[in-house]
């Protein structure tokens, strides 16, 4: 296993790879690094791929600013073209889970010449932040939010959240202001991520925010707690080296990557406005956990994956998975993964 840091232009990302051959990237989400595919090296390079997993800008030994703008859906193409030109990777295989998805996707439709293939766990929406969130009711879990009558996809994402809070605690909504979740989770970081680790799994219960009001409540007020270590999917001595990617010296930063992504939903809705048209060509593989309880956002998402991908080669859903699948079912993701590649013959 070889561990570099790159430098990405004004900045420098945490790179661990293994394995030579035709590079794969794999792009983690909140919360997760490049731990988060650990499971994934191995059988990548043993099937004759150059493995890379990442620390996202604003997470482990990645640089962290602190600056939202640094972490713009631009700014991230920004820096994934370059870690490509680092490996010398005219096309690269992308694999992205969480805001990892969302990058991917962007980089399928906006640098498209530069993708080889692509994997993503979220659906496809060019306002991810926003629109699909407050869509139709259609496929939402029986505890997902309301839409809100004042809401519309013509108003800024920012302005939705703070409909939807009005209804009940929303995390969109509180990480907007710069500050407040710093200093809420800044001492807790092994409860934190516990918490948001289970809520998302298979055996969460992410909805429960909807009884918990906004005023004078945090994200640790809305997320239940979590089961003592170890989970089915998450040991013990796993879980603490996610602690420690996530520990900082200045403690305000150590969530900050997850955090200032939240924050650029405004920026990112107003650029992909350009882009919202069109479709996805590259060659494409959806995987999703069946228990993800984070689709209660996506309402019509099959529907629309199906209409806007013409590059769809499958859709496949993995039992007994939430959002982190590729952790919680690693085999049955990897043999979906390399299935995929064998057949595209890169």
């Not at 992308?94 to 293939?117: H, K, M, S, T």
């Not at 979220?122 to 505890?143: E, H, V």
């Not at 925010?209 to 001595?237: F, I, M, N, Q, T």
């Not at 060659?283 to 999703?288: A, E, G, K, V």
């Amino acid at each position: 296993m070889r561990d570099h840091m790159i430098d990405v232009g004004s900045y420098r990302l945490r790179a661990v790879e293994r394995g030579d051959g035709p590079l794969v990237l794999m792009i983690h989400g909140f919360p997760g690094l490049a731990w988060s595919w650990r499971h994934q090296m191995a059988p990548l390079a043993e099937a004759g791929y150059r493995a890379v997993a990442i620390d996202s800008l604003g997470y482990g030994d990645s640089d962290r600013p602190a600056d939202p703008a640094a972490y713009t859906a631009q700014r991230m193409q920004d820096y994934l073209i370059a870690l490509l030109d680092h490996y010398g990777a005219e096309r690269a295989v992308i694999v992205g889970q969480d805001f990892g998805a969302q990058y991917a996707w962007n980089l399928a439709v906006r640098a498209p010449e530069r993708i080889a293939a692509l994997i993503a766990t979220i659906p496809y929406d060019y306002d991810l932040a926003g629109r699909a969130m407050l869509g139709s009711a259609q496929r939402l879990p029986a505890d997902a939010p309301p839409r809100p009558e004042a809401s519309s996809p013509d108003r800024l994402p920012s302005e939705r959240f703070a409909a939807m809070a009005q209804l009940h605690f929303f995390h969109f909504h509180y990480f907007q202001q710069v500050g407040a979740a710093e200093r809420e989770l800044a001492g807790h970081v092994p409860e934190f991520l516990a918490r948001l680790f289970h809520a998302l799994s298979a055996e969460g219960d992410l909805w429960r925010w909807k009884a918990v009001a906004s005023a004078g409540s945090g994200y640790l007020d809305a997320l239940p707690p979590a089961p003592p270590l170890p989970w089915r999917w998450l040991s013990e001595a796993e879980f603490e080296r996610f602690v420690a990617g996530y520990r900082h010296a200045e403690p305000m930063l150590n969530f900050i990557g997850g955090l200032n992504s939240y924050r650029t939903a405004d920026a990112n809705w107003l650029t992909g406005k350009a882009w919202a048209d069109h479709d996805v060509e590259t060659p494409t593989l959806f995987l999703y956990g069946q228990d993800d309880p984070s689709f209660g956002f996506f309402p019509e998402w099959e529907e629309r994956l199906r209409r806007r991908v013409p590059g769809l080669r499958g859709i496949e859903a993995l039992p007994g998975a939430g959002h982190f699948l590729q952790q919680e079912q690693p085999a049955a993701f990897n043999r979906a993964m390399l299935h995929f590649l064998e057949a595209l013959k890169i």
